[in-house]
């Protein structure tokens, strides 16, 4: 069994900035690929940005250029640095993991971001 626990959401101003951080417990031998997703009231989740094994990133285009995405193995956590917030990047924010040559996605509880205009 794998536990994701998301930290770091909040209320801030347009233009403000925020770092989520995502620690991951349990099982983890073979988990690869981790990643930040959203979900706004009425929306699909959606990916937000992704990170393999070996760092490479990728980004939805909404947010390249203000947000980023780290991770630090030996403390089993992945970050989503978030720069230049707008309201409409308002949404609670949800860490996954993927384990290598396995099918299903473990979730975080979700962490709410809010953006005020």
């Known amino acids: 069994q794998v536990q994701l626990a998301e930290s770091g959401g909040g209320l801030v101003q347009a233009g403000g900035s925020l770092r989520l951080s995502c620690v991951v417990s349990g099982n983890i031998f073979g988990i690869d690929a981790m990643g930040w997703h959203r979900q706004a009231p009425g929306k699909q989740r959606e990916l937000v940005a992704g990170?393999?094994?070996?760092?490479?990133?990728n980004y939805v285009d909404s947010v390249k250029g203000r947000f980023t995405i780290s991770r630090d193995n030996a403390k089993n956590t992945v970050y989503l640095q978030m720069n230049s917030l707008k309201p409409e990047d308002t949404a609670v924010y949800y860490c996954s993991a993927d384990r290598r040559n396995r099918p299903g996605r473990y979730w975080g509880q979700g962490t709410q971001v809010t953006v005020s205009s």
């Open positions: 990170i393999t094994s070996g760092e490479n990133t």
